[in-house]
């Protein structure tokens, strides 16, 4: 089992930034690639961005490139989401979800952990 604690939502207003945290527990942080999701109300649950098991490799869904920035920290077993320059659009509950293996970064089905989520609230 791994255990997955989202952290740092908020209210920002458009162009503003904030970062999220996903803190990890249970197993072997580093046996799993980390993602995360996102659901605005009405709509289904979308794939933001991904991080590979080494860190190495990092998907990014159309919307968020070059504004949204994955990292993770082995150390802190935590996988982070830094987001500038948000929009109303961006306005979600965010997910962190764990998968053990490198492939099918954007498919929510091959995920195996999944966080409770964070709200994101960006007003115009």
């Known amino acids: 089992q791994v255990q997955l604690v989202e952290s740092g939502g908020g209210l920002v207003q458009a162009g503003g930034s904030l970062r999220l945290s996903c803190a990890a527990s249970?197993?072997?942080?580093?046996?799993?690639?980390m993602g995360w999701f996102r659901q605005a109300p009405g709509k289904e649950r979308e794939f933001v961005v991904a991080?590979?098991?080494?860190?190495?490799?990092?998907y990014y869904a159309d919307s968020v490139k070059g504004r949204f920035t994955i990292s993770r920290d082995s150390a802190k077993n935590t996988v982070n989401l830094q987001m500038n320059s948000l929009k109303p659009e961006d306005t979600a509950v965010y997910y962190c979800?764990?998968?053990?293996?490198?492939?099918?970064?954007?498919?929510?089905?091959?995920?195996?952990?999944w966080g409770q989520g964070t709200q994101v609230t960006v007003s115009s």
């Open positions: 979800a764990a998968k053990r293996y490198s492939t099918g970064y954007a498919e929510q089905n091959t995920y195996d952990y």
């Open positions: 249970g197993r072997t942080f580093s046996n799993y690639a």
């Open positions: 991080i590979s098991r080494n860190g190495a490799g990092r």
